[in-house]
């Protein structure tokens, strides 16, 4: 079966910045993909090619087959895109505008009708049907986002940060219906800052930085295996004094404080070794931290993330000279 | 059950029947982007308050014509012509300043809220967008005229009223304010807010004039003013004709011009406005072949616009613009020169348009005996001054991001700098030393030009002015041979089946 996207070689420059620097990656039909990646990492530009929005300096792009250079039009009705910025019209209510979408997108009489009726019954927009659009809370304009972008029942949903700046209980509204849409078949791809949100939605991760993949797979294999340098992660909390284990933890080799919390905090033990673990606490022991829990956690997508960002080679490279470039 | 009933239960059943209502009427057969202008635009302040006003202020005007001057007496003639006045000043205010002003607005509004992705992202393309803009604008202006006509039908009563010619100069004021709304919403596509706010100047200037010389015109009569053109005659039709053709050519030129920048690179636009440019010179002659000074005017300004657009448009584009060139055969190659999109083929295609220029030029002196044998000269600056800024951009400002407000700032520059020059030249009385500044500064040899023309400068002013044309016009062709380069590679990559990746690097050029 081909994939629902396929990306080979991708690569979008704006002057001398790579934006894209050469990804590639394939994703399934009915699948839930994460996109994730810190700000500027070339998540909005690839999804924006995705969606048909921009153009690629170089590299391919397939939609359910379809070039979306080549075949731009045919894409995009089979491409729902979510931005991550959405502006609505002012003196329009919220089924004036979902009515506009429609029309605009060629659904005429009852068949607009129907398919105006399921979508906002699906995204619950019907009781804020008659409200003006532009007044509408945050969570409310994303399901009204949303609710366009599923006008044209398509096959491939592109979410752009779906979820920022929505309150829990959004969250989990929003939540619940992309994982409605993933049981209907829908392939999605969403990116988003709140890693351990995707880790429960998606079926497979992506990491971009600096406009390159560094990893594409699924999120237990990532939460699973230690870190690439194989360290491990320890929880441990005090019973006082908890401001000393970041001093302490200076003081010690192969050890590091990545989180503290309020009453101690999680290190990073730069060896899988249970050995040196069990040395480790009987160091804080003897040097007379109050060691009230000490357990190995499972790493999550925060720290599988962190520990790929903050790897050497994924440092940003230098900006190539301006190039001449003839137009 | 309705998935979304797990997350907020009982939806509204007024929505329902909302939507039913909504969903079955009259706006079912119209362009969404129309109904969806229409139902904004009737609903904003500025169109509200605009129509209120007039209704207001021209039932108090009729109120008082009637009160004081009763119907079928000798002075309700006289009232009757000022009452023609106030309808037409207080119309000319409503659809020729505030329906334009409104369109300034109209894409910049969607840029600015990136409301465009979404709209481009629908079946609706660059052209559709622009022109439901432009439309739901006009629209609104033919509501404000409908809703003089009771009011006419008054004024009728009051005597003295030239029915016919007060028709025709509300038809002609219609067809102004569509024009302007055109050029409005052409220019609202121009993100520089320099640009836009000369515009909006341009507009409010004609708020002080325009009134004035419509009201001028009817009060007094206005012999060959347009709007109390009687049209009795073949060659006043005519003028009159070329002249609604002028409006509305350069109505749909703006709004095509609009489309083109805000079209995705997939979308060709270019080809089709420049095909109705060139039917729009043809018709012009056809129109006007009797009447130099007024073809050369009118010729003059289509030209113009036809070249700015063509030397300022983006030159990116995808390989499917191609597609539709390569069923033409061995013809693609000679079509593409002149019609593909942007500037690298706009320069063949402005080269085109000086070369027809030269030849109606010619025919005028050799065939009509009209003009002068200096007028190729004249032509000649006149496109070296629109060739100039063109040059300037490929060359110094290539990283610029709006080719069009690149070169509208340089044009502008440009044409300061030379009027600098030509007040220094004629308060030190040194203009004809000047002539050796033309190849740099060509809109001073366009300034100077009665001064040069009548003098012995004249003999040296057709080189330079074949010189200067020549250079700027080799110096974009230059910088034009990395472009078309890259169409070639284009074609070759089309050629080929299946397609491969495009691989087609267009980030300066954009």
Redesign the interface.
């Known amino acids: 079966m081909s994939a629902a996207i396929r990306v ?2 991708l690569h979008r ?3 001398p910045l790579k934006a894209v620097d050469g990804i590639s990656f394939e994703i399934p039909p009915g699948s839930v993909c994460g996109f994730i990646g810190s700000n500027g990492a070339g998540k909005t530009t690839t999804m924006r090619i995705l ?3 921009d ?6 792009v397939e939609i359910s087959g379809v ?1 979306v ?5 045919k894409v ?1 009705h089979r ?1 729902g ?1 979510m ?1 991550d ?8 209510s919220v ?2 505008f979902m ?3 429609a ?4 659904f ?3 068949e ?2 129907h398919r ?2 399921e979508v ?5 927009l ?2 804020i ?2 409200r003006p659009a532009n007044k509408l809370s945050k969570g409310m304009t994303q399901r009204l986002c949303l609710g ?1 972008a599923l006008v044209h029942d398509p096959d491939v949903l592109v979410l752009d940060e779906p979820a920022a700046g929505l309150d829990p209980k959004a969250r989990v ?1 929003l939540k ?2 992309i994982r ?1 849409l993933a049981a209907e078949g829908k392939t999605l791809l969403i990116s988003s800052h709140i890693l351990s949100e995707l880790g429960e939605m998606c079926d497979s991760l992506i990491f971009i930085n600096h406009g390159k993949i560094i990893h594409d797979g699924d999120a237990e294999s990532l939460m699973r295996h230690t870190d690439v340098t194989g360290g491990i992660y320890l929880n441990v909390q005090l019973a006082s004094n908890p401001e000393a284990l970041g001093a302490w933890c200076q003081m010690q080799p192969n050890v590091e404080l990545v989180e503290a919390s309020k009453q101690g905090g999680r290190l990073r033990l730069a060896a899988d070794d249970p050995a040196q673990a069990a040395a480790l606490l009987a160091r804080m022991v003897k040097d007379g931290l109050s060691v009230m829990e000490f357990h190995r956690e499972q790493r999550n997508l925060e720290d599988a993330f962190m520990a790929m960002v903050g790897r050497p080679d994924m440092q940003p490279p230098p900006l190539p000279q301006q ?1 001449e ?3 | 059950m309705a998935p979304s009933a797990l997350i907020i239960p009982a939806p509204a059943p007024p929505a329902r029947a909302a939507s039913a209502a909504l969903l079955t009427d009259f706006s079912d057969r119209l362009s969404p982007i129309l109904v969806k202008e229409l139902r904004q635009g009737l609903r904003q302040p500025t169109f509200v308050i605009a129509f209120l006003c007039l209704q207001v202020l021209l039932c108090i005007v009729v109120v008082i014509s009637v009160v004081s001057a009763p119907v079928g007496s000798q002075e309700s003639l006289r009232v009757g012509e000022t009452v023609s006045g106030f309808f037409f000043v207080l119309l000319a205010i409503a659809i020729v300043i505030v329906q334009p002003l409104r369109g300034l607005g109209a894409l910049a509004i969607e840029i600015k809220a990136d409301t465009l992705d979404l709209l481009l992202l629908t079946r609706l393309n660059s052209w559709r967008i622009t022109f439901g803009k432009w439309l739901a604008l006009v629209s609104q202006s033919a509501l404000l005229v409908v809703a003089v006509f009771p009011y006419l039908i008054l004024r009728y009563y009051l005597g003295g009223m030239q029915l016919f010619a007060e028709l025709l100069a509300l038809f002609t004021m219609f067809i102004m304010s569509a024009s302007l709304t055109g050029i409005a919403v052409g220019f609202s596509a121009t993100t520089s807010l320099v640009i836009r706010g000369l515009v909006a100047l341009a507009l409010v200037f004609s708020l002080i004039t325009l009134p004035n010389i419509i009201r001028v015109s009817l009060m007094r009569g206005g012999r060959g003013s347009p709007f109390t053109i009687t049209l009795s005659t073949a060659s006043e039709i005519s003028m009159y004709a070329a002249m609604v053709l002028l409006m509305l050519f350069l109505g749909y030129y703006f709004l095509e011009m609009g489309a083109t920048q805000i079209s995705p690179p997939a979308e060709n636009r270019s080809t089709c406005k420049r095909l109705v440019g060139l039917a729009s010179l043809g018709l012009l002659v056809w129109l006007l072949p009797d009447k130099f000074p007024t073809l050369l005017i009118c010729w003059l300004l289509v030209v113009s616009l036809l070249t700015v657009d063509a030397l300022s448009e983006r030159a990116e584009f995808t390989a499917s613009v191609l597609r539709p060139f390569r069923r033409l055969g061995p013809l693609r190659y000679l079509a593409g020169l002149f019609l593909l999109p942007g500037w690298a083929s706009g320069l063949f295609f402005a080269g085109l348009l000086a070369g027809t220029t030269m030849a109606l030029c010619m025919t005028s002196i050799l065939t009509l005996a009209t003009g002068t044998d200096k007028m190729p000269a004249f032509w000649m600056l006149w496109f070296a001054t629109l060739l100039f800024p063109a040059a300037v951009v490929s060359w110094f400002m290539r990283k610029a991001k709006n080719l069009f407000t690149a070169y509208i700032i340089v044009l502008l520059a440009s044409l300061i700098v030379s009027l600098v020059f030509f007040v220094i030249g004629q308060t030190t009385h040194s203009v004809k030393e000047m002539i050796l500044l033309v190849p740099v500064c060509p809109a001073l040899g366009l300034m100077s030009y009665r001064e040069y023309s009548a003098t012995q400068q004249s003999e040296i002013l057709i080189p330079i002015a074949i010189m200067t044309c020549c250079a700027y016009w080799i110096a974009l062709f230059v910088r034009s041979s990395g472009h078309w380069a890259r169409i070639r590679a284009m074609d070759q990559t089309l050629a080929m089946k299946p397609p491969a990746a495009v691989v087609v690097d267009t980030t300066d050029v954009a």
């Open positions: 080979h070689n420059h704006f002057g969606a048909t929005l153009q690629p300096s170089a590299g391919l070039d250079v080549q075949e731009p039009w995009r491409v895109w931005p910025h959405f502006n609505v019209y002012d003196h329009m089924l004036e009515d506009f979408h029309r605009a997108l060629g005429r009489g009852k607009r009708q105006l009726q906002m019954e699906f995204t619950d019907m009781p049907a008659e366009r509204e619940h219906l409605l190039p470039t003839m137009d």
